[in-house]
């Protein structure tokens, strides 16, 4: 019996764009409105300022959090934002950028994870290369180590910036997440938090994500892998670590050709994308007010 047609449904369409506005955007930041001594920036930050200060400052937000599906151009972005904000600020303030990436944390992952690193320039960046490969690293520790880079921040004045795509880091930092009585919220995480999406079509993030492929396994992403191979990580942990580390091992231990590496690992990485979508998209459906703006 031949089966009915079913037709394909057209994909959801992408959130509105809009402007940010850069001088609103420090008018409404917590360290910009709590009062300052004439010796410069104080060393108030989010962790000191008290509930009545924070509202009679008007402040509206003490970290500004920058999301997005991979290759959409949010750490770019970030960083040119954040350049910006650094000509509106007051002298002894600039802007720190705190990574939220699960893969990132690693060490010696660099190609694979896309760190980038010649992206950030003169920004200081914090929560990269905190963690060995082949441990463990989960969310909780994740919450507690950024809650310590984010009060060193805010204790020096200056404004700190969340940047990244794993969306379960960004929610355990910025959503109250509770890990229970044997491992407690980490202290002095943000109060609120001012979101902003980067915004680029399907069309363009697949270019994007074949183009940036090709430039990391030209780069060196494949003998990256086999050094940690020859390291001593276990193929099964890489294995784990998803997208290019799954296939790039398999690729290495024999079990899949180069070409069928490269197609698959393509292929997972756009689908990979699509769910940072969709998981922003639900942020949205839960009440979290996210700024789309085009990049």
Known sequence: MKRPY????????????????????VSAWAGWNVSRDAS????????SVASDEWQASGAS????????????????????????????????????ILSADSRQV?????IGTGKDREEYGDIPVHLLDIAEPGTEYNVYEYQRDFALAYRDICSRGCLPILCGGSGLYIEAVTCAYDFGKERPRAEG???????????????ERRARIARR???????????????????????ETLIRYGL????????????????????????????????????????????????????
């Open 40 to 47: 410069g920036p104080s060393s108030v930050g989010r962790t």
């Open 61 to 96: 937000w003490d970290l500004l959090c920058m999301m997005g599906p991979t290759a959409s151009g949010k750490t770019r972005y970030a960083v040119s934002l954040a350049r910006e904000l650094n000509q509106r600020l007051p002298n002894g303030c600039h802007c720190e």
């Open 213 to 235: 492929l090709d430039e990391r396994l030209a780069s060196g992403m494949v003998e990256e892998i086999r050094g940690l191979l020859e390291e001593g990580v276990p193929a």
């Open 6 to 25: 079913i037709p394909i449904p057209e994909p959801a369409p992408l959130p509105e764009g809009e402007e940010i506005d850069v001088d609103a955007l």
């Open 106 to 110: 690693y060490r010696r992952m660099d």
């Open 244 to 295: 290019e580390y799954r296939f790039v091992t398999q690729y290495l231990l024999g079990e899949i050709t180069y070409e069928y590496m490269r197609e698959r690992l393509y292929i997972a990485i756009c689908q990979f994308a699509k769910r940072q979508m969709t998981w922003l998209r639900g942020m949205e459906k839960d009440g979290i007010v996210i700024h789309w703006t085009q990049v």
């Open 189 to 203: 995480l943000p109060r609120q938090t001012y979101y902003i999406g980067t915004l680029v079509t399907r069309e």
